[in-house]
């Protein structure tokens, strides 16, 4: 492996108290980056300044609409207020973090996901994250899930608010390993989106259980404490969806398996099968790749060679 990237997430990261300690003993040769995954709202001048002192490279900011009104009522009232001045703090004090904002799906936030795209850009976030819903944590199914045919027509919108910014340098990903479908010319120009899920990504919990990804709390590799992540890397069960293997089909012999391969913890949750084809990919529901295609009215002509 050439150099390591560290993601600290929660729970709440901040409510840590020793997360100074540890960010501070993650610095070494061997360590690329460091990123946070964290609400924002203990964010103040102090720890921003840390923040960047302690050289942290990128924060992601958990925000989950556009307004007051729509992220308080998944976050609690005051939530949205707190988060923003965290994030104003953030962009006031540390210019070298690399600053992206995080949105989960759900029939309350939805029809917000494009004034959201503007609100992000206009703040000064670098990217946005939209994720429809896994079903995992605090996570459960019910009337705030969004359907298939909302996942659909928003991860095509996504693709054209991307479209819409990505000249100004504000990059907006819809998260699931299939987006890249949606690129008018090529799936394998936006390769640096591809699933992380025990590829590039391994996540190591409060108690040493290394899992494939964040959300994959019922597959444990193993432990940290016993066993090296280099080891644990190779597990055939890693292998096995790495070359395919282990795979159903159409996954298993999908043109885009090797950076795609379905969002294996989102099947699992839908099926109760780590290794099914991913229900949610519109080519396992049978739509083809031009119907899934998006090609923005207003796509700059460079971006598309003339089309
Ligand atoms: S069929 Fe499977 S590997 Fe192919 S794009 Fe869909 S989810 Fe990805």
């Not at 006031?92 to 949105?103: A, D, Q």
């Not at 890397?233 to 790495?242: A, I, N, P, Q």
């Not at 090609?295 to 002509?301: A, D, G, H």
Request: net charge negative.
């Amino acid at each position: 492996m050439d150099g390591l990237w560290l993601t600290i997430s929660g729970g709440e990261p901040l409510t840590n108290n020793w997360i100074w300690d540890m960010l501070q003993l993650a610095q070494g040769p061997d360590i690329k980056g460091i990123a946070i995954i964290t609400n924002g709202t203990l964010i103040n001048q102090e720890t921003a300044k840390l923040m960047e002192s302690l050289g942290i490279s990128e924060v992601m900011i958990s925000l989950d609409g556009a307004s007051a009104q729509t992220h308080d009522a998944i976050r609690g009232q005051g939530s949205f207020a707190r988060t923003m001045r965290g994030v104003e703090i953030l962009i006031k004090y540390c210019s070298n973090i690399f600053l992206g904002c995080t949105m989960t799906l759900t029939t309350l936030n939805m029809d917000n996901t494009e004034d959201y795209v503007d609100l992000a850009f206009q703040m000064g976030f670098n990217y946005v994250w939209i994720n429809p819903p896994i079903y995992c944590g605090c996570i459960v199914q019910s009337e705030l899930d969004i359907s298939y045919e909302e996942h659909l027509r928003i991860m095509k919108l996504v693709r054209e608010l991307d479209t819409r910014y990505f000249r100004q340098a504000f990059a907006v990903y819809y998260n699931v390993p299939y987006y890249p479908l949606t690129d008018p010319i090529s799936p394998y120009l936006d390769l640096s989106t591809a699933c992380p899920w025990g590829r590039t990504n391994l996540t190591i919990t409060a108690d040493g259980s290394v899992l494939p990804c964040l959300y994959s709390r019922d597959l444990c590799l193993g432990n940290i404490f016993e066993q090296s992540l280099i080891v644990l890397y190779h597990s055939s069960v890693l292998e096995g969806v790495r070359n395919g293997s282990l795979l159903a089909e159409p996954c298993r012999s999908c043109l885009y398996r090797e950076f795609c391969g379905g969002c294996r913890a989102r099947t699992y949750y839908l099926t109760e099968d780590w290794f099914a084809a991913d229900p949610w990919c519109p080519l396992v529901r049978g739509l083809t790749e031009e119907q899934i295609r998006v090609f923005p009215s207003n796509l700059p002509k460079e971006k598309v060679g003339g089309y």
